[in-house]
Structure formats: structure tokens, C-alpha cells
């Protein structure tokens, strides 16, 4: 297949769906629900702050829309885990369930409340926490550390198909997902549903990292084998689709930095 062969196939997968097939879901057959989050991994926690109220720094809604932008450069400075916890809460905490565990309500919307994505941490520069890879548990709002690293800059890097700037970030936020749990309810239409849900996601992050004094940029390259190997997970059942570093935000050093990027653009 050649690239134009597959740039129209690629097309046609973001017209796939809803009204072109009839299906009938394994909702429909009444098969059994897959379970609304991942277990925990470990017996270790991380019990995690709900108390936001002194965090935030901008307030006002529309500030937030008018000083947003992507953030590639940060200052050189630890994140604390409050802020942490709160970007947490505010992508992928849950609010409340709804029915005998269908669904969880989550700050952010999801196709069917099917909230296919769990959320890893590579962690390189929060206080109170080790150098890692951590799994964000959100029926009990903590974390737990599945790995230690004296490199996780470099494998950050090397994760991102070296870009070096993704290294620098105090953590990468890396959204994983849990294929059936959304294909469960919506089968072949479920792909494009959860594409569109981590959209979702991740607006949310670099809303709620604005309003903290942090900042990201999301990242759609990343090496995915390698990825996935990082996180510890299967790549088949659970696989990589996103990725978001943040920081504590430097305005003066982001613009310089992005004018130096675009300067012969």
C-alpha cells in the first residue's frame, strides 16, 4: 500500500461506525460489563489531596481561553503533588456512579460514560515523589508507583521520538486505552469515540494547567512498543494513544523558545 493508499484508508477509519454497519454490541448480547477502571497493580498507594481550594491562579473562565497555549518550555522547578493531584482529578477523577457500577461521572465526557483511558505518570520532577513510572487510581483518587528510574528523562526522550523537550517537563501524563471497555458498548464504532474522548481529556489538562501556573503541549508521536513497555502494558488490550507533558509554566522562556522554533518557518 502506498502513502496515498493509505492516507484514504486512514480517511475512511474517521468515517467508520455509527449508520454505515449493522452490529450488534456485546451490550446488546448481554455479555458481561468490563470492569469501569484497571486494578491496582501493587499494593502500594499514594493517597492524593482533594482540598484545591488555595491552588488555583487564574479563576476567570474566559482569562483561562484567552491565555492558553501549548508549552514546550518550563521553568526549571519541581512540581508540587497538590497540583498534581488536581490535574489528576480535574482529567480522569470521578465525581460520582450512576446504576450498580454501569458508569462513573467524570470531569470530563466520554461516549456512553464509557471512559476508556487510564492515565500513567512518568514522573521526573514532583515533590514527594521518586523518579517513575506511577498509575493513577481514580476510584480512590492515588496513585501507585509501578517502577523507579535514574533515567526517566532519557526514556522519556527516547518514548517521544527524542524530542528533548519532553524530557524537560516535571511529568508526562500518558493515556493508555482499555479497548473493550468502550468497544463493549459500541463495537466498530468505538475507535473513533475514543479518539475523540481524548481529546477531551487533554483539553481539560491544559485548561486546568493554566489555571495552576503549569503548561503542557500534547504529543501524538511517541515510539509505541516502546512506550507501552514503559508503562507495562500489553499493546493489544491496553495500548498508548496520547501523551502530555507539563510543567511548571515560564512564559518569557516558552515565547523566546517558540519564536526560535519558527524563526525560518
Known amino acids: 500500500m502506498d502513502e496515498k493508499e493509505q492516507i484514504m484508508q486512514n480517511r475512511e477509519f474517521m468515517k467508520s461506525g455509527f449508520g454505515k454497519n449493522e452490529y450488534v454490541s456485546d451490550q446488546q448480547k448481554l455479555l458481561p460489563q468490563p470492569p469501569l477502571v484497571k486494578p491496582a497493580m501493587t499494593d502500594n498507594r499514594i493517597p492524593l489531596t482533594m482540598e484545591f481550594d488555595d491552588l488555583l491562579q487564574e479563576h476567570d473562565y474566559l482569562t483561562l481561553l484567552r491565555e492558553r497555549k501549548s508549552n514546550r518550555f518550563f521553568a526549571d522547578q519541581a512540581m508540587s503533588l497538590k497540583q498534581l493531584s488536581f490535574l489528576l482529578w480535574s482529567t480522569q477523577g470521578i465525581r460520582d456512579r450512576r446504576g450498580n457500577n454501569y458508569a462513573t461521572l467524570r470531569p470530563v465526557p466520554s461516549g456512553g460514560a464509557r471512559h476508556a483511558f487510564e492515565t500513567y505518570l512518568a514522573v521526573m520532577n514532583v515533590e514527594g515523589l521518586e523518579p517513575g513510572v506511577y498509575h493513577y487510581l481514580p476510584m480512590e483518587h492515588a496513585l501507585e508507583q509501578l517502577s523507579v528510574s535514574d533515567n526517566m528523562r532519557q526514556r522519556v526522550i527516547h518514548s517521544a521520538c527524542d524530542q528533548k523537550w519532553a524530557g524537560n517537563a516535571a511529568v508526562d501524563f500518558i493515556y493508555a486505552a482499555v479497548a473493550y471497555r468502550a468497544e463493549w458498548r459500541y463495537s466498530i464504532g468505538s475507535h473513533r469515540v475514543m479518539l475523540i474522548d481524548a481529546g477531551h481529556i487533554v ?63
Open 203 to 265: 483539553q481539560n489538562l491544559y485548561l486546568s494547567s493554566q489555571a495552576i501556573g503549569c503548561g503542557t503541549c500534547a504529543i501524538a508521536a511517541f515510539r509505541q512498543e516502546e512506550t507501552d513497555a514503559m508503562l507495562g502494558i500489553d499493546g493489544k488490550e491496553e495500548y498508548t494513544v496520547y501523551m502530555a507533558p507539563v510543567g511548571i509554566r515560564d512564559d518569557r522562556k516558552n515565547e523566546e523558545n517558540t519564536k526560535k522554533l519558527y524563526a525560518n518557518v
